[in-house]
């Protein structure tokens, strides 16, 4: 813990300095306000003292500056006896504690170690929060609509079942939250849940993954190493976007579904296993039946329990609790205290198509709250795309004119409604600046 020292005697600094170090602290000095503020604002400082009466910024400007700016750092004030008042004064406006000189170093030890540990706690406490927050963010299904509900309705009948589950849906939709729920009603739920993001593993790495491999099974192989299914023995594995698997690993995957056993890459020994998969995907799994791309004998022995997450679009009702949802876990992330949405950014939020589903409603979230910089979220806080959604305008095309005329229209519509502003109508059209300036010279539009 690093601890400052500002006051304008040198001998008063050097012996606080003297007595910290012997406590086992690092301690940092300043001979005025102007330079302790500048150490502080750089980091790194648990706790400050400072002397009270200074010339230029005093110690009572450094508790005010030093609670608006870093909250969290205690401030211990030191003061002659004649100056009770302004002492007092100084812990109204945050300050820790304070001490009249000559100071007693055992009572001023006694003092910042208080401060400090009181520090680690609130830290503790604002850590347990964002993490509690976080994980009722992250790991619960929000929403009350009813095609949600009947999604905890499916999962609360598989969950006690052995049989596995696919889950589809469109991508950002929250499959694995519906895994984990499965896992979390289920049996194993105090046994391991192992996630395997299938998209994201290599053809020649998947298999090593899923089932481990033996030393010297290949270059660089030179432990064993334990795949998922065996770290998720007695547990859950969930397989993730699981129509991009490779045919060569779905044959393997097929035969652990069928008979709970597989050996590891370069391995002889068969390793049996208790284990539970449910799998997901965007795909349409029939079709990629049909395209020879996914076995059929592995799609029907995963496909014994499906379940259907909706898209955003299909649960409206269950935005305005997300949105708040998020919003309270991005407030701590960003140590901001946002009450909630103006009407017209909560009507573009709830308007909007939302194609990357819940995922893109986090994302918007999360940027909304940090460029926000009062206390409600605005349209010019929300992404570009939700701007547009919320400031959207009809424009009216008669019939029977031409493509030229129409695209007249629509570029005099679209300038005026970003105010004449070039750059940000060839945004919002999805050309560029000099497809536009062309489109401009050619229609003859000012």
């Known amino acids: 813990m690093t601890i400052l020292t500002i006051d304008d005697e040198e001998n008063i600094r050097n012996g606080l300095a003297d007595n910290f170090e012997l406590e086992g602290y690092d301690v940092k000095q300043a001979a005025n306000g102007a330079d302790g503020l500048e150490l502080i604002a750089q980091g790194g400082i648990d706790l400050v003292i400072t002397d009270l009466r200074m010339d230029g910024i005093s110690g009572s400007e450094v508790v005010k500056r030093v609670t608006s700016e870093h909250p969290g750092i205690p401030i211990i004030v030191l003061t002659g006896h ?29 003092i910042v170690k208080n401060a400090l540990q009181g520090k680690i706690l609130a830290e503790q406490n604002r850590e347990l929060k964002a993490k509690l927050l976080k994980s009722e963010s992250s790991d619960e299904m929000i929403g009350k609509s009813d095609s949600l509900n009947r999604v905890r309705q499916m999962i609360s009948k598989a969950a006690p079942a052995k049989a596995s ?16 729920a499965i896992h979390a009603q289920s049996d194993r739920a105090d046994k391991p849940f192992i996630v395997v993001h299938c998209a994201a593993l290599s053809e020649t790495l998947i298999e090593s993954e899923l089932f481990g491999y033996e030393k010297g099974a290949f270059t660089g192989a030179e432990t064993v190493h334990k795949g998922r299914f065996e770290l998720a023995d007695g547990g859950t594995v969930f397989l993730d976007e699981i129509g991009e698997v490779n045919l060569a690993t779905q044959v393997k995957l097929l035969r652990v579904l069928q008979e709970h056993k597989f050996e590891r890459v370069g391995g002889e020994k068969s390793i049996e296993v208790d284990v539970r998969v449910v799998a997901a995907t965007n795909r349409n799994l029939e079709d990629e039946v049909k395209a020879d791309r996914f076995r059929e004998d592995l799609f029907y022995r995963l496909n014994v329990v499906r379940i259907e997450m909706p898209s955003l679009r299909e649960r409206m009702d269950d935005i305005p609790l997300l949105m708040h949802s998020f919003l309270r876990e991005f407030n701590i992330e960003n140590k901001k205290n946002i009450k909630g949405f103006d009407k017209a950014s909560k009507s573009a939020m709830i308007k909007y198509s939302w194609p990357g589903n819940i995922r893109e409603l986090k994302n918007a979230v999360e940027s909304a709250v940090v460029m926000c910089t009062g206390d409600e979220i605005k349209m010019e806080d929300l992404p570009r795309a939700l701007r547009a959604q919320g400031e959207e305008k009809v424009i ?38 000099k497809t536009l300036h062309r489109k401009l010279e050619e229609l003859n539009i000012e």
């Open 396 to 433: 009216t095309i008669p019939i029977g004119i031409t493509m030229d005329e129409a695209e007249k229209i629509i570029i005099q519509e679209n300038l005026a409604a970003n105010n004449g502003n070039k750059s940000r109508t060839a945004d919002v059209l999805g050309i560029g600046r």
């Open 82 to 110: 004649g100056s009770i008042d302004d002492a007092t004064a100084a812990l109204k406006a945050g300050a820790f504690d304070f001490l009249t000189k000559p100071l007693d170093l055992d009572h001023l030890n006694k």
């Open 165 to 180: 589950v696919l889950i589809t849906g469109e991508s950002g939709v929250g499959k694995e939250l519906v895994a984990k």
